[in-house]
């Protein structure tokens, strides 16, 4: 269970900071930090077991039949990137309390960001790979909201979208890679998948399986050609950058990769794709970055540009590449999270992060200028700092890597790329912290309080230290991580500064001096660039998205034309085909089956002919709205008439409850409609949707048919036996709603609140913008003197409280009589519509004390927590229990634990109603206004 609170704490916990800023900034911070903390704490409490060699793990099954489970478990790998996650995500929310200004809302910040928070853990930690996939889709939707948190900027919206579609879909492709994994390997918990790589690498399937896992994991990492959702998301605030950008989601994708190794490694196909697109991303984006003016845009093409690194070398397949790209990653959040920190420091204090703007500030912000100069040599490969370590690894290991028979492939571009890495650090430095001091800068820049540049000093500590003694501090971390994304034993390696006179240390040497030279040579180089084609990403993104819109419009064109009678032609017409193809298929049979069929009472052909009457009115009547309205309830009536002939009063007791409810909540929207609909059919299409409909209808009869006239095993049998023993209850259709199967019913009341929440929305807009002035143009038709009869008025007051004991009685018996919530809650609302039938909307609403919001949300969250209780006793959920006791006076009585979701579903039911009339009225109320503002003006009424 401590591993599950790893995970949910983050969730948990993202509910705190919104309410302890209304106790300050500095309450609000220590809170985030102390959920953050102590998610840390629970994960460090496994760091013995893990070094140990045992892997901590927790398993409840979800959805078994679907092989989704809530699975976690702890191994090197999980311990190291959640590790990361924590322990950069504390530094980022002290960092964030001095960043963010007294305007922003850091409530809303750090609730995001603790969203994100517990979705990446959940990445790192989950065992079943569906769960991962649902952690990695949070990943994206919470990142959504960190990157567009300032939200009045059009950049920030662009880049928000941006990245949402890219990293949308690419879990798109994930899942359905997975979903093959899942298949191929024949489970989908990675503990036991990791043991199976050579059954999926034998698969046929194989390489698509590749493919759409590598999109999910290329479009997370920002992999060329999909790193230009990346760049733009630096309009972010600086935090939200450092965070995301250094130690969480953009290696998302990297774990992904080293997640998967033992499983899809080792064979051309995942060198050749891998290790390629590694390569190129890792110098292209080097490239870019070369020539960025703002500070965040060079540090993002230069995370995009490592994450290239470390894709390369988790591509070439070998536990060496594997060693290193873990290395990399551990100095590579380091040094990155303190860099984009230093970068929002210089924002905040100089008021630019454009670099031509800067210069000189080593004098004037001597703190953050050390701290900056420390990481970005770091970043550069310069010796005794740790990137230098990773870098000349990778570059060991490039020199014995030959693509396509070249050996000279590898060797070359990977020099390249460290050094251009080299040269856009040395331009940082010198161009932001070096060079003469201006004095236009757009403030005077000063290092900033303690609070910020201390999170810097604590990653730049960790750059050092880890440089100059890197197998004391990090050597067993990175052998155990290294050893759980291998799957098996290491081959020997040290990590140490010197490592003689190798390959890879005089390519790291000719890097670092060719960056030093590139820094002098800018000019010309910029020239070249100028040159060259330089496409936009944010172009060639919304170019591609306006392509998309423009074909989807043209098939959607092509087949509908927006009009509902077409679209229901094409699906009654599918639907009538399959069905009569199912019937070929299954060859010609006697119609009729052996089971005798009911006498034709006078009573049952009666309402048939009422049936059938009122459906061939409401044919030549729809255009009425009211009198099809009228109609309609008619055929309800006898609908709950035959219910009820059948012994099902519960269903009964339903629809003639939701046939008063629908019919009084339509009359008052009609209200606002015109009384009529103009005939648009012709009598041809008229003539076919007559024929269409006979056709259907002949074959649903002869289908109802076919089935009543033979004998069919069903499982009423079991409800009816297991009733009162399993569930407590004498009513059977009650507890199969609340018991057996409660989690439909949980579904469908959420359904409703987003059908009621929908209508609120929807109609929220007639009170603004042209929906507004149009209610100012409607002309109400003249009405009765007395709007408000005084005997229905005087006669719905006295039957609302009794109304609500009937109510509460219905709810109580449902479990063993006729009703249940659902029934209660129509009870209740029948009696509240009434009050707004008679005694008009205004008056009722401002008379109402209920918050219908509220209602709705208690009412889903009392049914979810009754169906969570039963967790905690170990049962599956929504599983009810009841017992009997003796209470005095009342003698024995019976308590079902199904009574607190009864309750919810009655909330829930009674809150949507309130919510539709509240809606209604607010509607009504300004027509009402509108309509006498104009009897005045027109001089058509009193003033």
């Given amino acids: 269970m401590r591993i599950a609170l790893i995970v949910l704490i983050p969730f948990i916990g993202a509910v705190i900071p919104p309410l302890a800023i209304r106790a300050g900034r500095n309450v609000c911070t220590a809170a985030t930090a102390a959920v953050t903390g102590l998610a840390l704490l629970l994960l460090l409490t496994d760091v013995p077991a893990v070094f140990s060699g045992r892997v901590p793990g927790l398993r409840v099954d979800w959805l078994p039949q679907a092989g989704l489970s809530f699975s976690f478990f702890i191994d090197g790998l999980g311990l190291f990137f959640a590790g990361l996650i924590l322990v950069i995500g504390l530094l980022i929310i002290i960092y964030a309390r001095f960043y963010l200004g007294r305007t922003d809302s850091m409530g809303r910040f750090f609730c995001y960001l603790l969203l994100f928070q517990g979705s990446m853990v959940g990445i790192v930690l989950s065992d079943n790979i569906l769960l991962l996939v649902v952690f990695w889709e949070l990943t994206s939707l919470s990142s959504f909201l960190l990157i567009g948190y300032w939200h009045h900027l059009p950049a920030s919206r662009a880049g928000a979208r941006m990245a949402l579609i890219v990293t949308g879909a690419g879990g798109l492709a994930l899942l359905g890679g997975m979903l093959l994994l899942g298949h191929i390997a024949g489970t989908f918990e990675l503990s036991e998948l990791l043991t199976r790589g050579e059954v999926v690498k034998s698969s046929p399937l194989y390489l698509p399986t590749l493919i759409l896992i590598l999109l999910g994991a290329f479009t997370k990492s920002a992999q060329f050609p999909f790193h230009v959702w990346l760049p733009h998301a630096m309009a972010a605030p600086t935090p939200v950058s450092a965070y995301l950008h250094s130690a969480t989601m953009v290696k998302a994708g990297v774990f992904l990769l080293a997640r998967l190794w033992p499983v899809l490694s080792g064979t051309p196909e995942w060198f050749l794709i891998v290790s390629a697109t590694g390569l190129v991303t890792m110098v292209v984006a080097a490239w870019i970055a070369l020539f960025k003016d703002d500070l965040k845009a060079l540090l993002a093409f230069s995370t995009v540009s490592h994450l290239g690194l470390m894709t390369m070398l988790l591509g070439f397949g070998t536990p060496f590449g594997v060693i290193a790209a873990v290395f990399h990653v551990l100095n590579h959040a380091t040094f990155k999270a303190a860099l984009f920190m230093s970068a929002g420091i210089v924002d905040h204090e100089a008021g630019t992060r454009d670099i031509r703007r800067l210069g000189g500030l080593r004098r004037l912000m001597p703190v953050t200028s050390s701290l900056a100069i420390v990481t970005a040599a770091s970043m550069a490969g310069v010796p005794l700092f740790n990137g230098f370590l990773s870098k000349e690894m990778m570059l060991e290991e490039a020199a014995h890597t030959v693509y396509a028979g070249q050996a000279w492939l590898f060797p070359i571009f990977a020099t390249a790329g460290a050094l251009l890495s080299a040269a856009y650090s040395a331009r940082l430095v010198w161009c932001v912290f070096l060079g003469p001091k201006r004095q236009d800068y757009p403030r005077h820049p000063h290092d900033p309080p303690l609070g910020m540049w201390l999170p810097v000093a604590v990653l730049a500590s960790a750059v050092v230290v880890i440089g100059l003694m890197p197998a004391i501090v990090a050597g067993a971390l990175v052998e155990r991580t290294a050893s759980a994304a291998v799957g098996g034993a290491l081959p020997q390696f040290h990590l140490a500064i010197w490592h003689g006179l190798t390959p890879a240390l005089f390519m790291s040497g000719f890097a670092l001096t060719g960056g030093l030279a590139l820094l002098w040579a800018y000019s010309s180089l910029e020239r070249l660039r100028l040159a060259l084609p330089r496409p936009d990403g944010m172009t060639l993104f919304q170019g591609s998205v306006a392509g998309l819109v423009r074909s989807s419009r043209f098939v959607l064109g092509s087949l509908a034309d927006g009009g509902l009678p077409r679209d229901l032609a094409v699906i009654v017409l599918t639907t009538a085909g399959l069905a009569l ?116 209808g002949v074959g649903v009869a002869a289908l109802a048919y076919a089935v009543m006239t033979r004998g069919t095993e069903t499982i009423s049998d079991y409800h009816i036996e297991q009733s009162k023993p399993a569930g407590g209850g004498t009513n059977v259709v009650n507890v199969i709603l609340v018991d057996f199967r409660g989690f439909d019913t949980f579904g469908e009341i959420i359904v409703l609140s987003i059908a009621a929440l929908t209508i609120f929305a929807l109609l929220d807009s007639a009170l603004h913008g042209a929906a507004r002035r149009r209610i100012r143009t409607l002309r109400f038709l003249p009405r009765a003197g007395d709007p408000h009869p005084l005997l229905l008025t005087v006669v719905t007051r006295v039957l609302l409280p009794l109304s609500l004991v009937v109510g509460i009685y219905v709810l109580l018996r449902g479990h063993n009589m006729p009703g249940g919530g659902f029934i209660a809650g129509l009870i209740v609302a029948i009696a509240l519509l009434m009050q707004y039938m008679a005694s008009g909307y205004v008056w009722a609403h401002r008379r109402a004390r209920m918050d219908a919001h509220a209602m709705i949300g208690g009412g889903v969250m009392l049914a979810g927590a009754a169906g969570l209780a039963s967790l905690a006793f170990g049962r599956p959920f929504l599983t009810s229990t009841f017992g009997y006791f003796h209470v005095p006076l009342f003698g024995e009585i019976e308590l079902a634990s199904a009574m607190a979701f009864d309750i919810g579903v009655f909330f829930t039911v009674v809150g949507t109603c309130i919510l539709s009339l509240a809606t209604l009225s607010r509607v009504e109320e300004r027509a009402e206004q509108a309509s006498k503002q104009t009897q005045v003006k027109t001089g058509t009424g009193a003033p």
Wanted: contains cysteine; glycine residues 8%; proline residues 6%.
């Fill in 581 to 696: 193809a199912g019937y070929v298929q299954a060859g010609p049979g006697p119609l009729a089956g052996t089971r005798a069929a009911l006498p034709a009472t006078i009573p049952a052909v009666t309402g048939w002919l009422v049936l059938l009457l009122a459906c061939g009115l409401i044919v030549r009547h729809h255009y009425d709205r009211l009198a099809a309205l009228i109609i309609i309830s008619v055929i309800g009536l006898v609908v709950s008439l035959a219910f009820l002939q059948f012994s099902a009063p519960d269903l009964a007791l339903t629809q003639i409850s939701v046939e008063i409810v629908t019919t009084i909540l339509l009359l008052l929207a009609l209200n606002l409609l015109p009384r009529t609909t103009p005939d648009e059919s012709s009598t041809a299409g008229k003539l076919g949707a007559g024929a269409l409909a006979t056709t259907v």
